[in-house]
C-alpha cells in the first residue's frame, strides 16, 4: 500500500510569486491535513480537508489556502511568497475525521524562497 | 487553545541503556489523544506511540513505552535498550477528540545515541 505522496519534493521560488503543492494520501484515506516546520517556528498546523470541505484551519495568513478533490488528493497554494515561508511543508491523511485513528505523514516538500 | 511543551532540546544517551524524554501539555479538554512521533533525517513523520487520555493504563509498543499523568498533564517516553536507529528528533503532539485530526505539537527534543 503507497504512502502518503507529497510532490515536488523540493522547489526554490522567488519572492512574490505563487506556489502549489500536491498531496496524494493513503488509498482510502479521506482526511488530509499540512503542516508547515521551520526551525524558528517548530510544526504548525496549517488546515485539514475531509470530504472536500475545510475542517480546521490554523493561523496562518489568507495568502495560504488549500484545497481537496473527489479523490481525496489536496493541494496547498502560497501566493505572494515571502523569505519567511521557506520551509518544509508536510501532507498528512487519516481514514477517518477524528477519534485515535493513526496520522500518516509524507515526506515533505521542501520550498526556498530567494 | 491548547499547548505542548517540551523542556529538553536534546538529549544523549548510551547504546543500549535507557533514555526517558518529557513532555507536558495544557488543555481544558478532558478527551483527547497525545502521540509521540518520531522524525529522523529523512523528515518523514513516524508514529512512535499514542495514548488515549481516558485510559489510565500507560502505552507500550515494544522498546517505547509512556508515562501517562492526566493529573500533571504529563506525557513523558521511555525509550529501553535504545540503538543507533532511535536517534532523531522526537515530538510530543496532542489532538482533542472533537477536533478532526488537527495535532499540535511540542518543539521536539533531539536525542542522540553513542555508540
Known amino acids: 500500500k503507497a504512502g502518503v505522496t507529497q510532490t515536488p519534493r523540493y522547489l526554490i521560488k522567488t519572492r512574490g510569486q505563487q506556489v502549489t503543492l500536491s498531496c496524494s494520501p493513503i488509498?482510502?484515506?479521506?482526511?488530509v491535513s499540512w503542516y508547515q516546520q521551520t526551525p524558528g517556528q517548530g510544526l504548525q498546523f496549517l488546515f485539514e480537508?475531509?470530504?472536500?470541505?475545510?475542517?480546521n484551519k490554523g493561523n496562518f495568513p489568507g495568502r495560504f489556502s488549500g484545497r481537496q478533490f473527489s479523490n481525496s488528493r489536496s493541494e496547498m497554494n502560497v501566493s505572494t511568497l515571502e523569505l519567511g515561508d521557506s520551509a518544509l511543508y508536510l501532507c498528512?491523511?487519516?481514514?477517518?475525521?477524528?477519534?485515535?485513528?493513526?496520522?500518516?505523514f509524507g515526506e515533505g516538500s521542501w520550498l526556498t524562497v530567494v | 487553545a491548547q499547548t505542548v511543551t517540551q523542556s529538553q532540546p536534546e538529549m544523549s544517551v548510551q547504546e543500549a541503556e535507557t533514555v526517558t524524554l518529557s513532555c507536558t501539555y495544557d488543555?481544558?479538554?478532558?478527551?483527547?489523544?497525545l502521540f509521540w512521533y518520531k522524525q529522523p533525517p529523512s523528515r518523514q513523520m513516524i508514529l512512535v506511540i499514542r495514548?488515549?487520555?481516558?485510559?489510565?493504563q500507560n502505552a507500550t509498543e515494544n522498546r517505547f513505552s509512556v508515562n501517562f499523568q492526566k493529573a500533571a498533564k504529563s506525557f513523558s517516553l521511555k525509550i529501553s535498550d535504545s540503538q543507533l536507529g532511535d536517534a532523531a528528533m522526537y515530538f510530543c503532539?496532542?489532538?482533542?477528540?472533537?477536533?478532526?485530526?488537527?495535532?499540535?505539537f511540542g518543539g521536539g527534543t533531539r536525542l542522540m545515541v553513542k555508540p
Open positions: 498528512a491523511s487519516s481514514s477517518i475525521n477524528t477519534g485515535g485513528n493513526t496520522i500518516y
Open positions: 488509498s482510502g484515506h479521506r482526511s
Open positions: 480537508y475531509f470530504s472536500e470541505t475545510q475542517r
Open positions: 488543555t481544558s479538554e478532558s478527551d483527547y489523544y
Open positions: 495514548q488515549e487520555a481516558y485510559k489510565q
Open positions: 503532539a496532542y489532538r482533542s477528540a472533537n477536533a478532526g485530526n488537527m495535532l499540535t
